[in-house]
């Protein structure tokens, strides 16, 4: 066993004492080979070698002045969004606004597709069981939930936890677009397929979108590499070895990209 693996399997070792059981006991074999709406690119699947996941990925330095610049551009965000509210175009279970929350300058940005009850509750994003689990995902890939961001399509709870439709994304698309341009990530992690199709524009199942690397383009011109798979609530739902399995191997191709990434500036 090679030094790098050595060190990501008593990393995996430490994860499971630490009780993130979501990771299968063995690791699978990696698979082979209103801002503008960001354009979309294919990207083949990556094939980097597993690395142990450094601290780097969970630093990202930046001045206080810039990251105080992109929370300013944040709130005005979510300041226009309230003045707008194009959730009262379509029908709502809300009583809260979640909008969105975590480091302006992170390097990782997860987006679901709406919040659920605990969210509307609290008006933070992913606090429910969903959110439970997906804390732990994070912690997994040796991140901490106060170092990435975290939004969701929608930005009030659908009766009765309800899909999105179509319709309703394409309304709160252009704040979500806003907040991916402003965060800038490294890597978007999109949970489950509402999410997934409206990012990438695609209408292809979940198993065909998940583990491979796509991208889009925001309207300043940066490249965002995007690695969809399952929301942790599909996980909850399906939480066997084979589902969290692939969940990992997904979120291991991000912590294998940050790690060949140099830290932003």
Not at 165 to 186: G, K, N, W
Not at 240 to 259: Q, S
Request: aromatic share 4%; with cysteine; glycine share 6%.
């Amino acid at each position: 066993m090679t030094s790098a693996r050595r060190l990501v399997a008593q990393h995996l070792q430490g994860l499971r004492l630490s009780g993130v059981d979501f990771i299968p006991k063995e690791p699978e074999p990696r698979p082979p080979p209103p801002a503008e709406a960001p354009r979309v690119t294919a990207e083949p699947p990556a094939h980097a070698p597993l690395v142990e996941p450094k601290p780097s990925a969970d630093t990202r330095p930046q001045a206080d002045d810039e990251r105080s610049r992109r929370q300013a551009l944040l709130d005005e965000v979510r300041r226009r969004y309230e003045r707008d509210a194009p959730h009262e175009r379509f029908v709502t279970g809300h009583t809260r606004i979640v909008f969105g929350e975590g480091d302006p300058c992170a390097r990782v940005m997860f987006v679901g597709e709406a919040p659920g009850e605990e969210e509307d509750k609290t008006g933070r994003p992913f606090v429910g069981r969903a959110g439970q689990l997906l804390d732990k995902m994070i912690v997994a890939m040796g991140l901490s939930r106060d170092r990435v961001y975290i939004a969701n399509v929608l930005k009030t709870r659908p009766p009765n936890n309800a899909t999105p439709t179509p319709e309703e994304a394409a309304l709160c698309a252009p704040y979500l677009h806003d907040q991916i341009r402003i965060v800038a990530p490294d890597a978007l992690v999109t949970l489950g397929l509402p999410a997934t199709r409206l990012i990438l524009g695609s209408d292809e199942s979940m198993s065909r979108l998940r583990g491979r690397w796509a991208r889009i383009v925001t309207g300043e011109g940066r490249v965002v590499p995007v690695m969809p798979t399952y929301h942790p609530a599909y996980v909850l739902r399906q939480y066997t070895p084979e589902v969290r399995g692939k969940v990992w191997a997904d979120l291991r191709l991000v912590v294998d990209r940050l790690a060949g990434l140099p830290a932003s500036p």
